[in-house]
């Protein structure tokens, strides 16, 4: 089954038309239609996670079969931010993303408010590190 196979079936399992899944995924009809027609065969992982996230689907799911999982099963996290270089960073980046996809109902000015206090806490890290 193709990428574009597997998002068509997916979106008509869930009853949803094109435009409702590219607006849901805020990604135009059109390129949903080129997608699912194999005329766009490899989306950008942006686009990818995106779709996953309209279809209510893991991204691993979507991300293997649109051929982004290595052979070598690489956790999602370790390809999606190679620069994190201990576990520490990659379990961190883990449980944040566990937690808001635990708690998807969160608004947009949450996820934005979330957003800056991370900012804040690191600048503040960073500050301390430098005064040591």
């Known amino acids: 089954m193709t990428l574009g196979d597997f ?7 869930l009853g949803m038309s094109r ?10 009809h059109t390129e949903i239609y080129r997608i699912e027609t194999n005329e766009r065969k490899q989306p ?8 996953a996230e309209a279809l209510s689907l893991p991204q691993e799911e979507l991300l293997k079969v649109a ?13 999606v931010f190679p620069g994190l270089r201990t576990a520490k960073q990659r379990e ?3 449980r944040i993303a566990d ?9 947009d000015e949450d996820l934005d408010d979330l957003y800056r ?3 804040v806490f690191i600048e503040y890290t960073k500050r301390k590190q430098d005064s040591n």
């Not at 950008?44 to 779709?51: D, G, R």
């Not at 051929?67 to 390809?79: H, I, L, M, N, Q």
Request: one cysteine or more; aromatic letters at 2%; charged letters at 30%.
């Open 99 to 107: 937690g808001l996809s635990r708690n998807a109902d969160l608004k």
């Open 92 to 94: 961190t980046v883990e």
């Open 44 to 51: 950008s992982l942006k686009v990818l996670c995106q779709l």
């Open 19 to 28: 435009n409702a899944l590219g607006t849901k995924a805020n990604i135009s």
């Open 67 to 79: 051929g982004y999982t290595p052979s070598d099963d690489t956790p999602a996290v370790e390809r």
């Open 117 to 119: 206090q991370v900012e």
């Open 7 to 13: 998002i068509k079936t997916r979106r008509t399992e």
